[in-house]
């Protein structure tokens, strides 16, 4: 996941609203929320690496065998 995508922005601001109200309404200081903000967006990155990395990533391709005769190749009838 990119570090920053518009599913991570939008998670943190959920996430942080009440700070960002309290911001908007002059009952919080503005650096204290985009501080909050700052915080809650590095770990929403981080776990939304996480569940896309573990939930949706491909898995691994198994190994290849091939089967060889227990015969020499070679011409038939020497």
Known sequence: MKPVSGVMLAVAALLTSPALA????????????????????????????L???????????APVTTDTPDTPAGPEGS
């Open 51 to 61: 569940a896309s990395e573990w939930l949706w990533s491909e898995p691994a391709a």
């Open 22 to 49: 309290a911001a908007a309404e002059g009952t919080m200081p503005l650096d204290v929320a985009l501080a909050r903000y700052l915080v809650v967006a590095g770990i929403c990155w981080v776990l939304l690496t």
